[in-house]
């Protein structure tokens, strides 16, 4: 995988055919705000009123304690930098939304979108095939500078209210000192960096950008990121993978498998060519 070496800032983009925006950022692994393509997300409908009158009863634990989407929203609501509401507070359209589902277009960057294809063995995709809605309130931000699990590539579309995003390209790698066994994981915070523990982090040049309502950030497979929150918000996640990040999404599946089960290991090797062969053949006939 080839990725692009410097990029100066996050461009927004809109007008693009799929082949236009996946030779133009998902090749070369450039992330951009696309502006014209969730016209769905409309805050009038999304509201928080519409929410706790709605679901209100489901129920998230986040860091141990059990709460109710009517009281996570009350405490987004209500979040200051000084006092800040839970998160990531996160719902499931599937489970949780299910008449969202058909409301909700796909956004395919490429072909198609590996994660959600029948062929693909649930047990490698279940913990990446989901749609996600993720909560937030003023001063919340996301607990640390990560890459997305298994090396998806990453949409995030704004529903409600603006979200900060800081991101660093893959080559930057070495100065976030990654966790040893958690290698998606940075211990730097870079809100606060500790530059004596951490001295490499000093080179470290990040790209940001603001989402706003209707807007959708795509973050390519290895880029390092995290999120900051200014006021209520709302935001739709969903995980891609095709045939620009197949071979990293199956390696990591791999190694992950590699650790549990030794000996079976190199059935997933084998998979990842005989099925990434045949979703190559499927998308080829598809033009
Ligand atoms: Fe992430």
């Known amino acids: 995988m080839a990725f692009q ?50 679901y209100g009863h489901l129920k998230r634990t986040i860091d141990g304690k059990t709460y109710t989407l009517s009281e996570i929203i009350d405490l987004c609501m209500a979040s200051t930098p000084e006092n800040k509401a839970p998160y990531p507070n996160i719902f499931d ?17 490429g072909k198609s979108n590996r994660l959600f294809s029948p062929l ?51 080559d930057q ?16 915070n870079i809100m606060d960096p500790d530059y004596d523990k951490f001295p490499l982090f000093k080179n470290a040049e990040p790209l940001k950008t603001t989402l706003k309502p209707k807007e959708t950030l795509f973050i390519p497979s290895g880029w390092w990121h995290t999120t900051y929150i200014h006021n209520f918000n709302l935001t739709y996640a969903i995980d891609h993978v095709n045939s620009f990040n197949w071979n990293t999404f199956m390696d990591e599946i791999y190694l992950s498998a590699k650790q549990k089960h030794p000996k079976l290991a ?22």
Do not use: M
Not at 173 to 181: E, G, L, M, S, V
Not at 271 to 285: I, Q
């Open 120 to 170: 693909l063995l649930n047990t490698f995709a279940k913990r990446t095939n989901q749609r996600q809605l993720f909560f937030g309130g003023k001063g919340c931000s996301f607990p640390t500078l990560h890459i997305d699990y298994l090396g998806v590539h990453t949409q995030l579309t704004q529903i409600i209210g603006e979200k900060d995003f800081i991101l660093y390209s893959p």
């Open 93 to 109: 359209l599937n489970q949780d939304f299910p008449e969202f589902v058909d409301e909700i277009p796909l956004i395919v960057y």
């Open 266 to 287: 190199w059935i997933v090797k084998g998979y990842k060519v005989v099925l990434g062969k045949t979703f190559d053949v499927k998308e080829a006939l598809l033009n």
């Open 173 to 188: 790698t070495p100065y976030f000192y990654p966790d040893k066994i958690l290698r998606n994981q940075s211990p730097v």
């Open 5 to 54: 070496k410097k990029v100066s800032k996050i461009e927004r983009c809109s007008g693009l055919s799929d082949k236009e925006f996946y030779n133009k950022y998902v090749k070369k692994s450039v992330p951009v705000v696309v502006t014209d393509k969730a016209t769905w997300a409309s805050s009038e409908k999304f509201t928080p009123k519409f929410f706790k009158a709605n």
